[in-house]
C-alpha cells in the first residue's frame, strides 16, 4: 500500500507568502512497525535497541541500496505524518517545563523530519530490517544514508535541560501528545 | 535576504504520478558560510571542525530557539540546494566505483536532505555561531534538534565500503560533481 496525497506543512499557511524557501520531498519508502498508534511507542531509538520492524522501499528506489549491507548502523529520516502543525515552545515528554522545540526532539516541528540512527539486521531485496524503533507503522521514510562514526560521533557533550531528565529515558513511552 | 522560489525536487518528475507521497517543507533559516561553491568546501563536517560559521533563523521560527543554549552540539538538516536530480549509484568522493546512493552521503539523492553535527559557539539572538562547517553559504536550512549522545551514539560500527578509505577524508574535498 502506497500513501497517496499531499501534505502541506502548517507552517505554509502560518507564515507570510514569500517569506520562506517551500521544498518538496517524496517519501522513498515507508516503516513497517508494530506500533499502530503514537501512545505506547518508545520515544528515542536508543531506548529500542531490541525492537524490531522494517522499511519497505519503493522499487524505484531499490537500486540505491547497494553496498548498505557493508553498513551496521543507518541514520534514518522521516516524516512525523501524524503531527498536525507545530509550536516553537513544547513540553517534552522528558520534561515538565516548556523548552524551544529546536532544543527538543519534539514531533510537532516546523518541519517535522524524524530522526533516528539503527542497527541493520538485514537487508533482503527491498526490505530493510532494523532493530532500534521508535517510529509508527506507516511513516513515509525521506532518506537513508550510512552511519558513519568519524563522520556523526562528538565527545564531550553538553545536553542542557536533558541532563537532569535522562534517567527518565528508558520508562517513558509517547503519550500521544503531539499526534493529531 | 531570502530566497523566495519553489523547489519542486525532480524526484516528482521522473517517478509514476501517484506513486509516492509529497511532503512540503519551508526553510527555517539559512547558513552563512565561507563556502560559495561546492568545488573546495569540506566533505564532511567531522573533518571541518575548525571552519566556523553562522545559521541566521528567521524571525518567526527564533522562539523555538529557546534552551539551545544549553547544548554544546546541534544536529543540522538542510537542503542540498545547489544538486539537481538524483542518481541511485553515484561514485563518492571517498571512493573510484559507483555505490548505491544510500550507502553513500552524496548529496544528488531522491530527497537532497543534508545532515550534519556540528558544535555551538555561541547564540546571539536569531544567530547560532558554530564549528564544523561543510555546508555552502545560503544553504536553506529545514530543522536544528540537540545532539544527545545517549540517544545519537552506537558503539562496535560497521562502515562497509568506506572502511579501506577513510584514511582518505582529511585531504578531499569537495570538486562539484554534484552540483548543477
Not at 512525523?80 to 524551544?100: A, I, Y
Amino acid at each position: 500500500m502506497r500513501v497517496e496525497c499531499w501534505v502541506i506543512s502548517d507552517a505554509l499557511y502560518s507564515l507570510p507568502l514569500g517569506m520562506m524557501e517551500r521544498i518538496t520531498f517524496t517519501s522513498i519508502g515507508v516503516i513497517r512497525s508494530n506500533f499502530k498508534q503514537a501512545s505506547g511507542t518508545p520515544i528515542q531509538g536508543g531506548a529500542a535497541m531490541d525492537i524490531a520492524s522494517s522499511i519497505e522501499i519503493f522499487d524505484e528506489f531499490k537500486e540505491g541500496l547497494s553496498d548498505l549491507e557493508g553498513f551496521s548502523h543507518i541514520i534514518l529520516l522521516y516524516y512525523f505524518h501524524l503531527t498536525s502543525g507545530f509550536s516553537l515552545k513544547v513540553v517534552p515528554f522528558l520534561d515538565s517545563e516548556e523548552r524551544g522545540v529546536f532544543a527538543t526532539r519534539a514531533p510537532r516541528r516546523p518541519n517535522s523530519i524524524g530522526f533516528t540512527v539503527v542497527e541493520v539486521t538485514s537487508i533482503q531485496g527491498n526490505i530493510i530490517h532494523f532493530s532500534g524503533t521508535d517510529m509508527i507503522d506507516g511513516t513515509p521514510v525521506l532518506d537513508i544514508k550510512p552511519y558513519v562514526p568519524i563522520f556523526d560521533q562528538r565527545e564531550e557533550c553538553r545536553t542542557g535541560w536533558l541532563e537532569g531528565n535522562i534517567h527518565k529515558l528508558p520508562a517513558l513511552k509517547d503519550d500521544g501528545r503531539f499526534t493529531k
